[in-house]
């Protein structure tokens, strides 16, 4: 029986992971015995699991709450709290504190824990750690060198995630997740909000924004590809890592034009008809300098799996969040 | 009038930069007004300038310790504090206090000292943000995944810089210092002690251990081309670097055989036979983890100065340290 910790639970990564891990039961291929779910507001719980569930909120950066956390030793923990990129650019304080701080603290807990404690921590971190100029399909082993402070303190808890992983104090997994498409809910401020938008929006029957020309391209997965590389990443061997903790998911790299071909095939030319072209300089300076494509050999080799087509990215937000099938 | 801070100023580069500035009188083309060197220990100040010298002893990690010493508002801060690769990986603790708690508590000291106050920084890195496996000539976008808490640390360091320096707080240049022969002193127990052993201890009569193969290739600069390397960056147009803020310094890539002929040539085979071949499994083994070469065009093109030859980088050792001309 398996203690699990997520940080960062009530967001939409974390509520998706603990329902799957209620559902299932089982994670890295043990029994689950409890699950703790931490954010700075109370998560809510899933309604139904075979085992233990509880809700706490707190601060990660504050001394001693990543501590009690630690407590009961969690033997799998998953790190997804973070500070997201447009706060932490606008607030430099409150994303260093909680992306690098809170991070830190949470490692040093561990440590603190330790020896003879040694859990498995899969870290989120961002295709954010890249930033322009790079080549059209990023490689593995090419450089960190982002170009926001969210980008840089996911970078640093990479590095950081690396360092105690070879020093033996946890045993750690960074995953640098695609943008998530079709992200559900709202449609948001985020000048990443239109990947999501121009399929969400039609899907429900409501017009859709498109700020930028339909010749960008991105890197996209689906919540459920994200819970697939979350649930891969805890049951991971990883000898296979050695020192490099850090891996790019494998995602689709698909055109504006071709998630929107997608949407046509999936939903018909009405659903289409809902996109309308509103070009927006600022939108595609922003866009201009994310990453388009990767080449994630190494996360491929190691069985992480991406959706199949932008079609079935559509099929999926269908399926879970309209509860179509 | 510029005011100028080295921090660091007690180590061999430290003290070399100091002496240089003072003989020199001059940073990015402008007269230096005042030089203050700062270090954990007292840092000894030159015989003479024509400007005004402090020496503060103390620890940067400390509050407030970094806020005294932007108080007079230097316009070109030298960075060179940290505890060394050793030591960091045997002292946790202290090596992630002074190298990543010391650096950012020095950017925060500056950032809360502005706005209107963006001094020039530089930092020096290492080549030890890098691990193996690598190519035989790394690029200049290769990623960083260091092996040594010293190299996770100085990784952070480049990040940290980079953020600061995009967001206007300061006008950072990190430069990734070779391994730097010869190194005057007496012999010590690091790794790569043997590196710059092999060619000083001959030059002083003594014999000399030698405990890898001949055909080891690492990449070196002598102790004046890398103060050619932190004068050149305190006077770099910064806006050639766009967001990239961190370089690899150029070096000679040359092997052990290599460095004994040019110890030949220099000196003589007297000073070559006092070499004795003792093989060493374990320095072999760290050394393999170790950069053998790499190709650093950027720096190059900013006209970053590498030694014309390793019997340059003797003949420097011999001129400054031995007092031939």
């Not at 703790?36 to 990660?60: C, S, T």
């Not at 690396?162 to 946890?170: N, P, T």
């Not at 388009?292 to 190691?302: C, G, K, M, Q």
Request: proline residues 7%.
């Amino acid at each position: 029986m398996v203690k699990v910790l997520i940080i960062g639970g009530a967001g939409m990564i974390g509520w998706k992971l603990a329902s799957h891990l209620a559902a299932g039961g089982e994670v890295a291929g043990r029994r689950i015995g409890k699950l703790v779910l931490h954010d700075v507001v109370e998560p809510a719980v899933p309604a139904q699991a075979a085992f233990e569930m509880r809700a706490i909120a707190g601060d990660i950066s504050l001394p001693g709450v990543a501590d009690t956390l630690i407590e009961d030793r969690p033997d799998v923990i998953f790190h997804l709290a973070a500070i997201v990129s447009g706060e932490a650019e606008s607030d430099f304080e409150k994303g260093y504190r909680v992306n690098l701080d809170g991070t830190r603290s949470l490692f040093e807990a561990i440590r603190r824990a330790g020896p003879g404690y040694r859990p498995r921590l899969v870290f989120t971190s961002s295709i954010a750690v890249f930033g322009a100029p790079f080549p059209e399909e990023i490689g593995d082993e090419f450089h960190t060198t982002p170009l926001t402070s969210y980008g840089t303190q996911k970078a640093i808890g990479e590095l950081l995630l690396a360092d105690y992983s070879r020093r033996g104090i946890l045993d750690g997994v960074g995953i640098r997740l695609p943008t998530i498409c079709v992200r559900p809910g709202k449609p948001n401020k985020a000048a990443s909000g239109f990947f999501s938008g121009i399929i969400r929006e039609p899907l429900n029957g409501q017009e859709a924004v498109l700020p930028v020309p339909r010749t960008v391209r991105h890197w996209h997965a689906s919540p459920r590809a994200a819970i697939g590389f979350l649930m891969h990443a805890a049951g991971l061997d990883t000898a296979q890592l050695g020192a490099r903790r850090n891996l790019t998911m494998p995602g689709l790299a698909v055109t504006v034009a071709e998630q929107i071909e997608a949407l046509g095939r999936v939903a018909g030319p009405r659903a289409v008809s809902l996109i309308r072209e509103e070009p927006d300089e600022t939108i595609q300076g922003i866009v201009k300098g994310w990453p388009r494509s990767f080449d994630p050999r190494r996360a491929l080799a190691l069985g992480f799996k991406p959706d199949a087509s932008f079609d079935e990215i559509i099929r999926i937000y269908q399926e879970d969040e309209l509860g179509r099938s």
